[in-house]
Structures are given as structure tokens and as C-alpha cells.
């Protein structure tokens, strides 16, 4: 079964710090991998995807996230974090080739940042 | 263009009542996509529609809860004699077709029970 872990529900950085949240995965199959950010009250918005192609992939709002398959991660960076990145980060998977289209999801990091 | 729509954005009911959710997804979209969203906790697969084919009901909590799709489009998830557990955002998301993974959400229905 898919299953897919965010280390830390909360993450603190500083206005133009380095923002780094993590998820790693487990899949007997690799997976197409996603990362969702959800502000307040809104619905999710896809960040970027990860479907076999490059491991590094970017995506809107200058993030991009690497996928390690020795080390089954997915984690999401920012080179210098903005106020309006401020919201709740969501990673989730789906096992590709099985039909099984629906996604799995981490339990989310909320990030604040400080001016 | 229009993206998925769902409707109410907020609903209070009395336990025991029963409530529908509806999602209109983008126009095109083949796939549809229940999910649930409780506080604390990530969000959980309900219920998945591909075109005409069965759906996958394999996230629904219970037999109180179920969902259908017209004409392949609009959707309605029905929770029957809600309980207090039930309170939660429920969100919808479509995609434009099977393998596609890319899933496109709405802004979600909040659910409170009383």
C-alpha cells in the first residue's frame, strides 16, 4: 500500500531563507509523485509533479523538488522564502501502472514565514 | 477557464440529517475525485469516477456515505444521517483523462455537524 510521510506538521523560516520541507514515500513501484500548496480556505493548488522524466523538477513560484529513489524522498525546496508562500504544503503519490488513479497524501507541513 | 466548482462552500446540519455535496468539475474532465479532509489530518480518498466506467468506492468510511455522477459530469456526495465525525472539508478534484494524474481541485465544501 502506498503511504507517504511529511517529517514535521510545522516549519518556520525567515523571509529569503532557504525553505527545505521533506516526504518520503513507500511504493513497491515508483510512483508518480506531487506537491499540493493549499492557502487558507482555498483548495489545493499543484506545485509540481513528478512523473519519470527529470528528478529535478520545477515548479510555479520558484520551487522545484528532487526525486531520490535510493532514498525513496521527494522533498520540496525554495531558494529564498516569500511572505506569500505562507501556507499549508501537501505531498501525495500515485502508483502509476496500476489503474489505480486516486492520490495518497501527507498529513501536510504548515510554513510560516518571518518578516 | 472555469475551474471546479463546488457547492455550498459551507453547511451546518444536525446530526442525523442527511446532506448532498455537489462538484462540477472542468468541463472535459473525465475523471472525478472525492476527498475528505478532516482537521489534523491529511486528506483521505472517498470515491473516484472514470468516465462510464464502475467507480472505485474503495475510500468510503461507511455505508452511510455515497456519491454519483450525471452525464459523466456534475457529481453529488450524500452523507446519511450525518454524525460528528463527519465534520470535515470535503474537496473534489478532477482530471482530463484515466493516467493522467494531474488532478485539479475545488475549493471544498466545510461540513459541520451539530
Known amino acids: 500500500a502506498q503511504s507517504v510521510t511529511q517529517l514535521g506538521s510545522h516549519v518556520s523560516v525567515s523571509e529569503g531563507a532557504l525553505v527545505l520541507l521533506r516526504c518520503n514515500y513507500s511504493?513497491?513501484?515508483?510512483?508518480?509523485l506531487f506537491w499540493y500548496v493549499q492557502y487558507p480556505n482555498q483548495g489545493l493548488q499543484l506545485l509540481l509533479k513528478?512523473?519519470?522524466?527529470?528528478?529535478l523538477v520545477k515548479g510555479i513560484n520558484g520551487f522545484e523538488a528532487e526525486f531520490k529513489k535510493s532514498e525513496t524522498s521527494f522533498h520540496l525546496t525554495k531558494p529564498s522564502a516569500h511572505m506569500s508562500d505562507a501556507a499549508e504544503y501537501f505531498c501525495?503519490?500515485?502508483?502509476?501502472?496500476?489503474?489505480?488513479?486516486?492520490?495518497?497524501f501527507g498529513t501536510g507541513t504548515r510554513l510560516t514565514v518571518i518578516p | 477557464g472555469a475551474g471546479v466548482s463546488q457547492s455550498p462552500s459551507n453547511k451546518v446540519t444536525e446530526k442525523g440529517k442527511d446532506v448532498e455535496l455537489r462538484c462540477d468539475p472542468i468541463?472535459?474532465?473525465?475523471?472525478l475525485y472525492w476527498y475528505r479532509q478532516s482537521l489534523g489530518q491529511g486528506l483521505e480518498f472517498l470515491i473516484y469516477?472514470?468516465?462510464?466506467?464502475?467507480?472505485?468506492k474503495s475510500g468510503l468510511p461507511s455505508d452511510r456515505f455515497s456519491a454519483e455522477r450525471t452525464g459523466g459530469s456534475v457529481s453529488t456526495l450524500t452523507i446519511q444521517r450525518t454524525q460528528q465525525e463527519d465534520s470535515a472539508v470535503y474537496l473534489c478534484?478532477?482530471?482530463?483523462?484515466?493516467?493522467?494524474?494531474?488532478?485539479?481541485f475545488g475549493p471544498g465544501t466545510r461540513l459541520t455537524v451539530t
Open positions: 478534484a478532477s482530471s482530463p483523462r484515466q493516467g493522467n494524474y494531474e488532478q485539479y
Open positions: 511504493s513497491s513501484v515508483p510512483p508518480y
Open positions: 513528478y512523473t519519470s522524466a527529470a528528478t
Open positions: 501525495a503519490v500515485s502508483e502509476k501502472g496500476t489503474g489505480a488513479n486516486n492520490l495518497f
Open positions: 468541463s472535459g474532465h473525465t475523471a
Open positions: 469516477f472514470q468516465g462510464n466506467s464502475a467507480p472505485d
